[in-house]
């Protein structure tokens, strides 16, 4: 038996025959488990994730109602498999479940593919297989769960689609000379959504192709109303032209029918060209039900999601070459939108954010030799890429990028340029993470100033990362820390800004975990990881795994916790974040064993061959111990400088305290308890959401 699923409307099953006899999906959590996983688009969703999505209060045994739930839809969907056999379709993976249903067996699937499929057709393939496509919407994408969080990006998304689909339908229609077919729709359409100005241009076109010049016109100037009034906006050039050549009844908006019409490839959003084709080449009409057994060919049109990649390297490749032909090889342009490509670059993860970090840094060194600071401030200043750890992955480019933003500072006034002057004061905040001295905080609060009075979303996200990095001058400062992150949270949220939510959520994960709230940290850690997934943000999971392990050490499970520390470190490795990489396992592994008294393993010491990268100094202590060493261990403790001032700031403090005691040191112990002080009530280290020594109570009591 094959099924097939819908979620363009409420959430259905049903047998793929004939008569598609619909599938009892018994209750509505029935359904929302079936639903979230259609979301997830063959991916595993975690059972943890299953229930936070499905209760907001998970009742007990919340667990096994959803291994209940999956039970029942598998005997649905699969009545026919025999006991003890492994499920097919629902299967169980690693930590949880997904469904492993064909691309074209989901209408929501079929439908964004064969919007694709449509857009690089002739145009009346291009009507047959739109029309086909829209026929499939039962009402709003997943609709009884409209209120959910977990659909909600994909419900956007969707209804996006559609309302791309009803303009494309138009452009077919007038490409084929009938423009009264479009009208109509149109203007429904516009009823519903008057801000999509292509709506608009194709409504006035329509009109005048039916020689109804003045209705055109009168179109336009509703367009230019409702736009003003409900957004703020003029229209944009594209209908400012289409009213000038109406009024000049330019040739250009007349449809030469005897060249035979066709839609070409999708040339901004919601919108198909129609171009004359005075050849005769031969397109085959799209099937939106694929023969039963075409699986998941590379060659299907109907596989979205796993193989979009045709669409988007005509896309990439047809936006560049345009590019290249039309922006000088030297111009100024070039250079900021080089920018912006490298920004986008560095949120990839591994070999895209080394590459985005050197880049960056000749960027900056071209922009300075235009001699334009408010270029300069531009170039330098469009790199707001949210940054949660508090070292440096390449300190020497930092102190270049701070270098140019100080010189640049100096030539830009305040007042006119208070704009660009943020996003440099911002960024020399970020760039001094971890530094002792005063320029960096004075940077911070400047650029946090200078966004509240500019009143503006976006420059007060990145003003508040600045804010972050400066915000470990000393020990105790987690709570400070959750007020940061609970704003960006809030901030970013109410203005889209995604990247900077998942940023407040790192925050506050790190800060509810410094507190000892871990139920607060994994509510942070399991939404963050939700936008990651719905916006392919894969940097995201390295930070909540390693916490994963952290939680596992401060409930004291040290076995499970140094196996997840491994595992953790393995995808550390390539993943572009040298500062945050070299040397973290062996002192992860090293604060466990401290904490929880276990013998190091293999060797009984640390490992001096270790490539312990800038925590050595504060390791090096505990292996001379290891050796009997204990006058070098002592001259190596008393030669420990100040701690960073970094996420890792009370955990070299406890490390110190630690070595000093079982050293007997006196003096490095009241050090220690000095700068251990303020951050009584927080567990050790654990600020930095990936490790933890423990209590800071119990080495100021010891």
Same mark, same amino acid.
């Given at each position: 038996m094959r099924v097939v699923f819908g979620v363009l409307g409420p959430t259905v099953a049903a047998v793929d025959t004939a008569d598609g006899d619909a599938l009892a999906l018994k209750g509505p959590r029935h359904r929302a488990v079936l639903a979230r996983l259609i979301v997830a688009r063959r991916r595993v969703v975690p059972v943890a994730r299953l229930v936070e999505d499905l209760w907001a209060d998970p009742p007990p045994g919340?667990?096994?109602?959803?291994?209940?739930?999956?039970?029942?839809?598998?005997?649905?969907?699969?009545?026919?498999?025999?006991?003890?056999?492994?499920?097919?379709?629902l299967v169980t993976d690693g930590p949880g479940y997904a469904l492993r249903t064909e691309p074209d067996t989901v209408d929501a699937w079929r439908f964004e593919a064969a919007l694709a499929t449509a857009a690089g057709l002739p145009a009346p393939q291009a009507l047959s297989t739109l029309e086909e496509a829209l026929g499939w919407w039962r009402g709003p994408a997943y609709a009884e769960f409209?209120?959910?969080?977990?659909?909600?990006?994909?419900?956007?998304r969707l209804a996006e689609l559609r309302l791309q689909a009803v303009e494309r339908r138009a452009e077919a229609h007038l490409a084929l000379g009938r423009p009264a077919d479009a009208v109509p729709d149109l203007d429904a359409h516009l009823t519903d959504h008057p801000w999509r100005e292509d709506a608009w241009r194709l409504l006035?076109?329509?009109?005048?192709?039916?020689?109804?010049?003045?209705?055109?016109?009168?179109?336009?100037?509703?367009?230019?109303?409702?736009l003003v009034d409900q957004l703020g906006l003029d229209p944009g050039p594209r209908l400012r032209h289409l009213e000038s050549d109406i009024l000049t009844q330019s040739r250009s908006l007349d449809l030469?029918?005897?060249?035979?019409?066709?839609?070409?490839?999708?040339?901004?959003?919601?919108?198909?060209?129609?171009?004359?084709?005075?050849?005769?080449?031969?397109?085959?009409?799209?099937?939106?039900?694929? !023969?039963?057994?075409?699986?998941?060919?590379?060659?299907?049109?109907?596989?979205?999601?796993?193989?979009?990649?045709?669409?988007?390297?005509?896309?990439?490749?047809?936006?560049a070459e345009a590019y290249d032909r039309t922006v000088a090889g030297g111009a100024r342009a070039r250079l900021e939108s080089t920018v912006g490509l490298i920004r986008n670059l560095a949120v990839t993860g591994g070999d895209g954010l080394a590459e985005a970090r050197r880049h960056r840094t000749a960027a900056v060194t071209a922009a300075e030799e235009f001699a334009d600071p408010e270029l300069t401030a531009r170039v330098i200043g469009a790199y707001d890429v !949210?940054?949660?750890w508090t070292r440096a992955d390449d300190p020497a480019a930092a102190r270049h990028i701070v270098a140019v933003a100080e010189r640049t500072l100096t030539a830009l006034s305040p007042g006119p340029h208070d704009t660009a002057r943020c996003r440099l004061l911002a960024t020399v905040a970020l760039e001094t993470r971890g530094a002792a001295g005063p320029r960096g905080p004075e940077a911070a609060r400047e650029a946090e100033a200078l966004a509240r009075r500019l009143d503006d979303p976006a420059l007060l996200a990145f003003a508040l990362n600045g804010t972050f990095m400066q915000s470990f001058t000393r020990a105790g400062l987690a709570p400070r820390r959750d007020a940061i992150g609970a704003e960006l949270v809030e901030l970013a949220a109410r203005h889209g800004l995604v990247t900077y939510e998942v940023l407040g959520h790192l925050v506050r994960l790190q800060a509810r975990a410094a507190l000892a709230d871990l139920a607060a940290a994994d509510t942070h850690a399991a939404a963050a990881d939700r936008l990651a997934e719905r916006h392919e943000l894969p940097l995201v999971g390295v930070f909540t795994q390693w916490y994963g392990a952290l939680r596992l050490s401060a409930t004291g499970q040290p076995a499970r916790a140094e196996t997840a520390y491994r595992t953790a470190a393995a995808r550390?490795?390539?993943?572009?974040?040298?500062?945050?990489?070299?040397?973290?396992?062996?002192?992860?592994?090293?604060?466990?064993?401290?904490?929880?008294?276990?013998?190091?393993?293999?060797?009984?010491a640390p490992d001096p061959r270790a490539?312990?990268?800038?925590?050595?100094?504060?390791?090096?202590?505990?292996?001379?111990?290891?050796?009997?060493?204990?006058?070098?261990?002592?001259?190596?403790?008393?030669?420990?400088?100040?701690?960073?001032?970094?996420?890792?700031?009370?955990?070299?403090?406890?490390?110190?305290?630690?070595?000093?005691?079982?050293?007997?040191?006196?003096?490095?112990?009241?050090?220690?308890?000095?700068?251990?002080? !303020?951050a009584a009530a927080e567990l050790a280290g654990?600020?930095?959401?990936?490790?933890?020594?423990g209590p800071v109570e119990r080495y100021l009591t010891d």
């Open positions: 919340a667990v096994g109602a959803v291994q209940t739930f999956v039970a029942a839809l598998r005997r649905v969907l699969e009545p026919e498999r025999p006991p003890r056999a492994p499920a097919r379709l409209a209120d959910e969080d977990w659909s909600r990006g994909e419900r956007a006035a076109l329509a009109l005048y192709r039916q020689h109804r010049q003045g209705d055109a016109l009168a179109v336009l100037r509703r367009a230019r109303e409702v030469d029918l005897e060249l035979g019409p066709r839609l070409a490839p999708l040339q901004g959003r919601g919108e198909l060209r129609a171009q004359p084709n005075g050849t005769r080449t031969q397109h085959p009409t799209p099937n939106p039900h694929p !023969p039963r057994g075409a699986g998941n060919r590379a060659t299907s049109p109907h596989a979205p999601a796993d193989n979009p990649q045709p669409t988007t390297a005509q896309l990439w490749t047809q936006a !949210p940054a949660i550390l490795d390539g993943a572009g974040m040298p500062g945050l990489e070299r040397g973290l396992l062996p002192l992860a592994l090293l604060c466990l064993r401290l904490t929880h008294g276990l013998p190091p393993d293999p060797d009984p490539d312990w990268g800038p925590h050595r100094p504060w390791a090096e202590p505990f292996t001379l111990i290891a050796e009997g060493r204990h006058t070098e261990a002592r001259t190596a403790l008393r030669a420990l400088p100040e701690p960073p001032h970094d996420l890792l700031y009370e955990a070299y403090c406890a490390l110190e305290a630690e070595a000093a005691l079982r050293l007997d040191d006196r003096s490095v112990l009241e050090r220690a308890r000095t700068r251990l002080r !303020p654990a600020g930095s959401g990936l490790l933890t020594l």
